[in-house]
């Protein structure tokens, strides 16, 4: 158990809808990150927060957005949902430069 | 984008064998780290070796880093069948927080 959770596990919703993935970091870690793996993308850095604050963006598409609160948890945004963003997607908090620790994720099913 | 890419893209071995795998990347890092990552699961971080460093071990593992090759590679020794998992590599360049992944290789140790 790496001290990260995430929820929910599974989430099936049509194309076009909205969801919110949601990550609690381990205690103590300041900086979030969120990571989207798809067959064949392999593993995607999205967005990195570091105590409230947004840091880095990677790939992440316009119809998705996330933040970080005052208590340290975060949300990941997706709207208009479409088949192709069906994927896992990893929340990883970390306290400094070196190990990340990785969520067990949330798999996305867009129909 | 990918940074890393690993090699070969699935491995197939015999408990008790030994395994390695191979992650080139392309640009400076500050570190690289290899991560595990069990079907659908989160990933795990493994071991990290910075840039000013040739080798490292931890336990059945051992870590090599060639910077001016800009390759490094990862021998698991008398592997067991729970060693099955996929294998990531992922560098962080230097005042970065994130990290960027190689597509993986896919072990699998035969009982």
């Known amino acids: 158990d790496s001290g990260v959770t995430q929820t929910p596990k599974h989430l099936i919703t049509a194309t076009g809808q909205r969801v919110t993935l949601r990550c609690s970091p381990r205690?103590?870690?300041?900086?979030v990150y969120w990571y989207q793996q798809s067959l064949d993308q392999g593993l995607q850095f999205l967005i990195h927060?570091?105590?409230?604050?947004?840091?880095a963006k990677g790939n992440i598409l316009e119809r998705f957005s996330a933040q970080q609160f005052p208590d340290l948890h975060s949300e990941l945004n997706l709207s208009s949902l479409e088949l192709g963003d069906s994927a896992l997607y990893f929340c990883?908090?970390?306290?400094?430069?070196?190990?990340?620790?990785f969520g067990p994720g949330t798999r996305l099913t867009v129909l | 984008s990918q940074q890393g890419e690993e090699d070969p893209q699935a491995l197939s071995i015999q408990e008790g064998e030994n395994a390695t795998m191979n992650c080139s990347y392309k640009?400076?890092?500050?570190?690289l780290q290899w991560y595990r990552q069990n079907s659908g699961r989160g990933l795990v971080h493994l071991i990290l070796?910075?840039?000013?460093?040739r080798e490292k071990h931890s336990g059945r593992l051992r870590v090599t880093l060639d910077t001016s090759k800009k390759s490094s590679s990862l021998l698991i020794t008398a592997s067991r069948a729970a060693d099955t998992a996929s294998y990531f590599c992922?560098?962080?360049?230097?005042?970065?927080?994130?990290?960027?992944f190689g597509k993986g290789t896919k072990l699998s140790v035969i009982p």
């Open positions: 927060y570091y105590n409230g604050e947004e840091r």
């Open positions: 640009t400076s890092i500050n570190n």
């Open positions: 070796i910075r840039s000013n460093e």
């Open positions: 992922a560098t962080r360049g230097a005042g970065s927080y994130q990290l960027t």
């Open positions: 205690s103590g870690d300041l900086s």
């Open positions: 990883a908090s970390s306290v400094s430069y070196n190990e990340q620790f």
